[in-house]
C-alpha cells in the first residue's frame, strides 16, 4: 500500500532575490491521458560472470538485504527483468560462465552431453528468489557465445562466429542446429529449477559481425523453440555494443524480423537518443560507468557514475529513445568494489547501494511493467518530465530538476482522466517520492486539490520526485 500522503502547508518567509522568487514559483505540468507512446516491460540489471556466485556467499542477512535491493518495491529498485547470462566457458576460472556441455561432444550432430549443476554459476538462487519470493516474471536469458567449439576461431572469447552461418565455415561442420539445441535445454534446465525463461539472446556485442549471421540463426532458433513448446518464448537480438549500429543491423534482418520479439542494444558507443527503425519493443540492455572510481554521490559535478546522471540517462533513452525497458549493466558485485560498473558493491561483507540504485528506484518503484506513457507538456527549464498509466490505473509522474538553487513548488494536472473521472485524495490515494542528496526514495509532502486532478509538491533542486495519482475506488498498491 502507499504511505498516507502529508498535507502541505508550508509558508516561506523572509526577504527572498528575484531569482528566488522564480524558482519558487508554482509550475504545473499538464498529463494527457489521450496521447500515448511505448507500453513498458521494466528496469533490470544482471548478476551474471559469477557475480552471483559471490552474493550468495554473503551472511543471510546481507544476501536479503541485497535480494531488497534489487527486487522490493518499499526497501530497494524494485526491478522487474533479471538478464542471465548462458555460459559457454569449459570451467569456471576467473569471472568466467560454465557451459552445460563444456566439451565437444564428437560434432554438431553427436548426441548431446549436456551436464547441469541446478547452480548456473549463482544465478538459478537469484532467480528462484526473484520469481518466488519479489514476484519477478521477465528472466532474459542472454549467451554472450556460443561454446569456442562452435565457432570459427575454437574460442568463446576473442570474436569468432558461429560455424555454418554466411562466410563461417568450418572443418567441422555446421553448428547451427547444435547451438540452437543446446539454447533450447538450457531454458529446459531452469523449468527444471521451477523459473521460466521468457525471453532468449544468443550474442552479445556483434559490432563487427553482420545482421546476415544473425539472421541466418534466427532461421534456425525460432523452428526450434516453437518445436519444443516454446512458442511463449520471445527472442531478443541483437546487444549491440552502440545503439545506433542496430540500426544497420536491422537493416540486413528484415526478412526475419516478424521472428524477433524485442530489438536490444547497449549504451556504451552510443546511446539510445532517437527510436530504432523497427516496429518491435526496443531495449536498452547494458550500460555503465566501467571506468569511473565508485562513487556514492547523487550530485557533484555531473559525473558519470552519479545518481542524477543515470535518472537523466534512463529519461533519455525512454522519452527520446522509445525504449521499453532499461537496465544496468551489474546489479551487485563484490570485487573489485571501486567501480562504479555496479549499483550495489560488497565491502567488508557488508552491501552497500549507490544514489544509480536510488536513481533506478525512482523509476521502477512506480513505472510497472504493462505501463503505458502518456503525453506531459508545461515543464519549466531544465525540468524533464514524463508520465505513465500503469494497469492498475494508477498514474506515475517523474519530474527530474536539474537545476541548483531553491525547492521549486510543481503541481501536475491530469487533463484528460476521461468523463466524470477524478482522483482520491483520500488516505493512500496519493503520494510523492523523492530522491536526491540526503533521501532516497523517501516520501515527501504531496496535496491534491479539490478537483481530483492536480497533485503538488515542493521538488528540491537537482532531485528526481516520482508522483503517484491513483483512480477513485480504491487503494493503490506498488
Not at 98 to 103: D, K, L, T
Not at 204 to 226: H, I, K, M
Not at 454 to 462: G, Q
Request: with cysteine.
Amino acid at each position: 500500500m502507499y504511505p498516507t500522503a502529508l498535507i502541505s502547508g508550508l509558508l516561506l518567509l523572509g526577504a527572498a532575490s528575484a531569482s528566488e522568487l522564480e524558482s519558487r514559483q508554482a509550475s504545473t505540468i499538464t498529463v494527457d491521458l489521450s496521447r500515448t507512446f511505448q507500453t513498458m516491460d521494466g528496469f533490470g540489471a544482471s548478476e551474471a560472470f559469477q557475480r552471483a556466485v559471490t552474493m550468495k556467499r554473503l551472511a543471510e542477512d546481507q544476501q536479503r538485504k541485497f535480494l531488497d535491493l534489487m527486487f522490493s518495491t518499499t526497501k530497494g529498485a524494485g526491478l522487474t527483468i533479471l538478464r542471465n547470462g548462458i555460459g559457454s566457458s569449459v570451467d569456471m576460472r576467473d569471472d568466467w560462465m560454465v557451459s552445460i556441455q563444456p566439451r565437444n561432444p564428437g560434432g554438431p550432430s553427436a548426441t548431446p552431453n549436456y551436464v547441469w549443476d541446478g547452480s548456473d554459476n549463482g544465478q538459478v538462487w537469484v532467480s528462484q528468489e526473484a520469481v518466488k519470493t519479489y514476484g519477478l516474471k521477465t528472466i532474459y536469458a542472454n549467451a554472450w557465445s556460443a561454446p569456442g567449439y562452435m565457432k570459427t576461431n575454437n574460442n568463446d572469447a576473442n570474436g569468432g562466429s558461429l560455424c555454418g552461418v554466411s562466410g563461417a565455415s568450418c572443418s567441422s561442420g555446421d553448428w547451427k542446429q547444435a547451438f540452437a539445441n543446446y539454447l533450447v535445454q538450457y531454458v529446459k534446465f531452469y523449468q527444471q529449477e521451477g523459473v521460466e525463461i521468457t525471453h532468449l539472446g544468443f550474442l552479445n556485442e556483434p559490432d563487427y559481425t553482420s545482421g546476415t549471421q544473425a539472421q541466418d540463426f534466427v532461421r534456425v532458433l525460432r523452428p526450434t523453440l516453437d518445436r519444443n513448446n516454446m512458442t511463449h518464448i520471445i527472442i531478443n537480438c541483437c546487444e549491440t555494443m552502440g545503439w545506433s549500429v542496430m540500426n544497420t543491423m536491422l537493416n540486413q534482418m528484415r526478412s526475419i524480423e516478424g521472428s524477433l520479439g524485442v530489438v536490444t542494444g547497449h549504451a556504451y558507443t552510443s546511446g539510445p537518443s532517437s527510436p530504432l527503425s523497427t516496429r518491435h519493443k526496443t531495449w536498452m540492455t547494458e550500460a555503465a560507468d566501467n571506468n569511473g572510481a565508485w562513487t556514492s554521490s547523487w550530485y557533484s559535478n555531473g559525473g558519470a557514475g552519479e545518481g542524477l546522471t543515470w535518472a537523466n540517462n534512463i529519461y533519455g533513452a525512454i522519452v527520446n529513445g522509445n525504449v521499453s525497458a532499461y537496465l544496468y549493466w551489474v546489479g551487485a558485485q563484490d570485487r573489485p568494489s571501486n567501480t562504479n560498473s555496479k549499483m550495489i558493491r560488497v565491502v567488508n561483507k557488508q552491501v552497500e547501494p549507490s544514489k544509480r540504485l536510488w536513481a533506478f528506484a525512482n523509476w521502477s518503484r512506480f513505472v510497472r511493467p504493462g505501463a503505458v506513457r502518456v503525453s506531459t507538456s508545461g515543464a519549466p527549464s531544465n525540468v524533464r518530465t514524463s508520465a505513465f498509466r500503469n494497469v492498475d490505473g494508477t498514474v506515475a509522474v517523474q519530474v527530474i530538476n536539474n537545476n541548483s538553487g531553491s525547492a521549486r513548488t510543481i503541481s501536475v494536472n491530469i487533463a484528460t482522466a476521461g468523463a466524470g473521472s477524478s482522483f482520491v485524495a483520500a488516505a493512500d490515494g496519493v503520494a510523492a517520492w523523492v530522491t536526491d542528496g540526503s533521501r532516497d526514495c523517501d516520501q515527501i509532502v504531496a496535496t491534491l486539490d479539490a478537483s481530483g486532478r492536480t497533485l503538488s509538491a515542493s521538488v528540491p533542486p537537482r532531485s528526481m520526485v516520482s508522483f503517484v495519482l491513483r483512480p477513485g475506488g480504491g487503494a493503490a498498491k506498488k
